[in-house]
C-alpha cells in the first residue's frame, strides 16, 4: 500500500508541474502575441508609424489583365524601406478573378517620405499608369 501512496505522489506533483507550466506557456502566448501591422487602402493617404514599425499597404488589383502595381519611385530609405509585396487572389478557380496585392514597408527612422505607386502595364511603356495612389509617411 505504502509503494502505491508514494507513486499517487510522484503522480500529482508530476500532474501540477504540467498543469503550472501549460498555464505560464498560455498566458505567455497571450502577453507576447505577435501583433498584426496596421492596414492602409487606397482611400488612406497618411501613414503614421514609429521608428521600427512595419505596415501594409493593400490595394484592389487583377494581374490577369497584365496590371500590377508597381513603386513610381523609390521612398527615403532613412525613413521607410520596402519589405516586400505579394500579391493575393480572392476565391480559388474562378478565371479572371481579380485579388489584392499587399505592400509592407518598414519605418527605417524618424522623419517624412512619400510613397508613391502606380497600377500599370509594365510592357506598355509609353502609356501613363491606370492609376496612381500615393501615400505621406510620418515616422517618429
Known sequence: MRRHHKLAIVLVVI????AVLV?????SSIVHAPTKP???TASDSRIEARAGETFVIVL??????GYGWALAEQPNAAVV??????????GVGIPGQGGEERWT????????ASIALAYARPF???????????YAVSVR
Do not use: C, H, M
Open 15 to 18: 500532474a501540477v508541474t504540467l
Open 23 to 27: 498555464a505560464r506557456l498560455s498566458v
Open 38 to 40: 496596421p492596414e492602409y
Open 60 to 65: 484592389e488589383s487583377n494581374r490577369t489583365t
Open 81 to 90: 524601406t520596402l519589405v516586400g509585396s505579394e500579391y493575393v487572389v480572392r
Open 105 to 112: 514597408f518598414r519605418a527605417a527612422g524618424a522623419g517624412a
Open 124 to 134: 506598355e511603356k509609353d502609356t501613363p499608369p491606370a492609376k496612381t495612389q500615393t
